[in-house]
């Protein structure tokens, strides 16, 4: 009953936001750039997507471009995205996961009211991961994404 948390490493699994980006574009709406946060949102709060809370992620404000160099160790990518809520309900982004330069996942109109996208991808052999949001319809009224949870998984052993 006095456990918290039961926190586990066997290299198989590593959070993105316990990553540095390799290198950040972000690219100012009016000259305002809201840079991005690890483990909580853009305000300092909890990372809240319509379907709750999440612990660990990433909020960003479009448009950000965020490239991590994964080295080619990692086989899947699993995330969920979505708009920070409640500043997010009226957000319209394009959103898109790139590996070396090749387009993994893409939701060009990508919206706020809207449920958040589970996503599961293979990047087997990946060297370059991107994480995109742009500018959507709308201008810039309420571009809060999150990537929630966002993990790299490395393939299983066989040992």
């Known amino acids: 009953a006095k456990v918290a948390r039961v926190q586990t490493r066997n290299g198989r699994l590593v959070y993105l ?17 809201m840079p991005f946060r690890v483990d909580k949102s853009l305000t300092g709060g909890p990372l809240k997507l319509s379907d709750g809370d999440h612990p660990r992620g990433i ?24 708009f920070q809520q409640p500043e997010g309900r009226l ?11 090749k387009t993994l996942f893409e ?12 996503l599961d991808l293979d990047v087997s052999g990946v060297k370059r991961l991107a994480l995109e949001v742009d500018f959507g319809e709308g201008q810039d009224v309420g571009d809060r994404v999150v990537w929630a949870n966002a993990r790299l998984l490395r393939a299983e052993s066989t040992r």
């Open 17 to 33: 936001s316990e990553m540095a980006p390799a290198k950040v574009e972000q690219v100012p709406y009016f000259d305002r750039v």
């Open 59 to 82: 909020a960003v404000h479009a448009r950000t471009v965020l490239h991590y160099d994964t080295g080619g160790k990692f086989q899947r990518l699993k995330t969920k995205v979505g």
């Open 91 to 101: 957000g319209r982004a394009a959103v898109r996961v790139t590996g070396d330069g």
């Open 107 to 118: 939701r060009p109109d990508f919206r706020g009211d809207e449920p958040p996208a589970d």
